[in-house]
């Protein structure tokens, strides 16, 4: 009879240690938004559920991770990686355990695209006003970037293509000078405005990164 | 007696703890890149939702922003496609409970984003603004639409029309394609271009062949300068 008592009871504090209400989390992920970029202090959270942050270790191969605090880090690639792998593992009764590994592709960033002030840059003709309005050359990522960035334009240089003539000019830093807005003024239909050569730089990045940018192409209409 | 109560006690343990989820599924650590919560207009977005503690048998999956393509037997897999317009998606899982009622699990929100560009040259050739030489001019077939490298997912271009403008001293003639070739009769009039003239490629419409709605846009233009 005392075995018996001695079994219920063993049971008793078996399944009161063992049997709990685990925490149900779901984790989505886009597959394919595994890149960091180069030269981007690129930002990730790691967290392990159920696990106190001071017994979670992460491990980083093939960049560099520098804890924020609060399962914040900041993600840069080593010179010359492709890949960095992260690696978490847990301290639990001083042995430690991996508990999940990811992988990020790392990329370059993208050229940015130049623009004349709020003129897309898609070749289409404009009329002569809307390109009046217009007093410097922009550039960005476009849209679809993920991050918060602001490239400028340097440099450039214009020409306008007349029926029979062609004139070049030098641009200074990213505005447009008065001698080239007075010849924007005589422009005529069918005469194209061109800015090339355009030089831009980024100022969010954590090293200078100087970019030779596309072409813009502006016929007038 | 005594016995039968200790029994007795013995079952009820049993049954409470068989109720009871027991935790033996290790924990799942979340890596997330912050900034990495977009979803791209007119693709196929891959998701995969990580259960952590509990079956996806249980739950349910609620988007609104997007559509959910169903991908996996598994219900983990999902292909995404945002709705027309849409510039942002949520994902909610919930569990279903047995009175019917739904518990949120998580949920997570995406900007939705329109996909870049694509970056247009002539063949081989880069636009990085330099003369160019007529003989290379001659080599090149066709115009070629590409993604920068930067972005995530594979992007199939097609040219669908070009407008080609060679402007020499002696004037400017405009040829409409609609394809991406860069055909024999171009060059015969290249052959006739001088140093400083220009080819000007403008009205660059490609379609991304790989995406859900057939998108179609127009591609920044580019120029160059025969040599």
Same mark, same amino acid.
């Given at each position: 009879?005392?075995?018996?008592?001695?079994?219920?009871?063993?049971?008793?504090?078996?399944?009161?240690?063992?049997?709990?209400?685990?925490?149900?989390?779901?984790?989505?992920?886009?597959?394919?938004?595994?890149?960091?970029?180069?030269?981007?202090?690129?930002?990730?959270?790691?967290?392990?559920?159920?696990?106190?942050?001071?017994?979670?270790?992460?491990?980083c191969e093939g960049g560099y991770l520098f804890s924020k605090g609060a399962?914040?880090?900041?993600?840069?690639?080593?010179?010359?990686?492709?890949?960095?792998?992260?690696?978490?593992?847990?301290?639990?009764?001083?042995?430690?355990?991996?508990?999940?590994?990811?992988?990020?592709?790392?990329?370059?960033?993208?050229?940015?695209?130049?623009?004349?002030?709020?003129?897309?840059?898609?070749?289409?003709?404009?009329?002569?006003?809307?390109?009046?309005?217009?007093?410097?050359?922009?550039?960005?990522?476009?849209?679809?970037?993920?991050?918060?960035?602001?490239?400028?334009?340097?440099?450039?240089?214009?020409?306008?293509?007349?029926?029979?003539?062609?004139?070049?000019?030098?641009?200074?830093?990213?505005?447009?000078?008065?001698e080239i807005r007075s010849h924007i003024a005589s422009l005529e239909s069918?005469?194209?405005?061109?800015?090339?050569?355009?030089?831009?730089?980024?100022?969010?990045?954590?090293?200078?990164?100087?970019?030779?940018?596309?072409?813009?192409?502006?016929?007038?209409? | 007696?005594?016995?039968?109560?200790?029994?007795?006690?013995?079952?009820?343990?049993?049954?409470?703890?068989?109720?009871?989820?027991?935790?033996?599924?290790?924990?799942?650590?979340?890596?997330?890149?912050?900034?990495?919560?977009?979803?791209?207009?007119?693709?196929?977005?891959?998701?995969?939702?990580?259960?952590?503690?509990?079956?996806?048998?249980?739950?349910?999956?609620?988007?609104?922003?997007?559509? %959910?393509?169903? @991908?996996?037997?598994?219900?983990?897999? $999902?292909? =995404?496609?945002?709705?027309?317009?849409?510039? *942002?998606?949520? !994902?909610?899982?919930?569990?279903?409970?047995?009175?019917?009622?739904?518990?949120?699990?998580?949920?997570?929100?995406?900007?939705?984003?329109?996909?870049?560009a694509p970056l247009v040259q002539l063949g081989g050739i880069g636009n990085?603004?330099?003369?160019?030489?007529?003989?290379?001019?001659?080599?090149?077939?066709? %115009?070629?639409? @590409?993604?920068?490298?930067?972005?995530? $997912?594979? =992007?199939?271009?097609?040219?669908?029309?070009? *407008?080609?403008? !060679?402007?020499?001293?002696?004037?400017?003639?405009?040829?409409?394609?609609?394809?991406?070739?860069?055909?024999?009769?171009?060059?015969?009039?290249?052959?006739?271009?001088?140093?400083?003239?220009?080819?000007?490629?403008?009205?660059?419409?490609?379609?991304?062949?790989?995406?859900?709605?057939?998108?179609?846009?127009?591609?920044?233009?580019?120029?160059?300068?025969?040599?």
């Amino acid at each position: 009879m005392k075995s018996s008592l001695l079994l219920s009871l063993l049971l008793a504090v078996l399944f009161s240690f063992s049997s709990h209400e685990a925490i149900p989390i779901a984790i989505i992920e886009l597959d394919e938004m595994n890149i960091v970029y180069k030269h981007l202090e690129n930002t990730i959270s790691i967290s392990v559920p159920t696990v106190p942050r001071n017994q979670v270790f992460v491990q980083c191969e093939g960049g560099y991770l520098f804890s924020k605090g609060a399962g914040q880090y900041i993600l840069k690639p080593s010179s010359g990686s492709t890949k960095i792998g992260i690696k978490v593992s847990v301290k639990q009764e001083g042995i430690m355990r991996l508990v999940g590994s990811k992988f990020y592709r790392v990329r370059q960033l993208p050229t940015p695209i130049p623009q004349l002030g709020g003129l897309p840059n898609n070749g289409l003709p404009q009329a002569k006003a809307a390109v009046l309005a217009q007093s410097t050359l922009l550039s960005s990522y476009g849209p679809g970037f993920p991050y918060n960035m602001q490239s400028r334009v340097s440099a450039f240089e214009a020409s306008i293509c007349k029926e029979d003539t062609m004139i070049h000019f030098a641009g200074e830093g990213s505005k447009l000078t008065k001698e080239i807005r007075s010849h924007i003024a005589s422009l005529e239909s069918g005469d194209i405005l061109l800015f090339h050569h355009i030089k831009g730089y980024e100022t969010k990045t954590i090293d200078t990164i100087n970019y030779n940018l596309p072409p813009i192409v502006i016929p007038i209409r | 007696m005594k016995i039968k109560i200790v029994l007795l006690l013995s079952c009820i343990i049993l049954l409470a703890s068989s109720f009871t989820p027991i935790t033996l599924i290790p924990v799942k650590p979340t890596i997330t890149a912050d900034a990495m919560n977009i979803i791209y207009a007119h693709i196929q977005n891959p998701i995969h939702i990580g259960y952590n503690n509990f079956s996806a048998r249980k739950t349910e999956v609620i988007a609104i922003g997007i559509s %959910l393509g169903k @991908k996996s037997a598994m219900g983990n897999k $999902y292909n =995404l496609i945002a709705d027309a317009g849409a510039k *942002e998606a949520k !994902i909610s899982i919930v569990k279903n409970k047995k009175n019917g009622e739904q518990r949120k699990i998580s949920s997570q929100i995406f900007r939705i984003r329109e996909l870049p560009a694509p970056l247009v040259q002539l063949g081989g050739i880069g636009n990085d603004g330099k003369a160019i030489s007529k003989q290379l001019l001659f080599a090149q077939t066709h %115009l070629n639409a @590409k993604a920068h490298q930067s972005f995530p $997912y594979q =992007l199939d271009f097609k040219i669908v029309s070009y *407008e080609l403008e !060679i402007r020499t001293k002696a004037g400017k003639e405009i040829h409409k394609m609609d394809n991406d070739k860069f055909p024999l009769k171009l060059k015969n009039d290249i052959r006739k271009m001088e140093s400083g003239d220009l080819l000007l490629f403008t009205n660059i419409a490609y379609s991304v062949t790989n995406s859900t709605d057939g998108f179609e846009g127009i591609a920044p233009s580019f120029f160059i300068e025969v040599e």
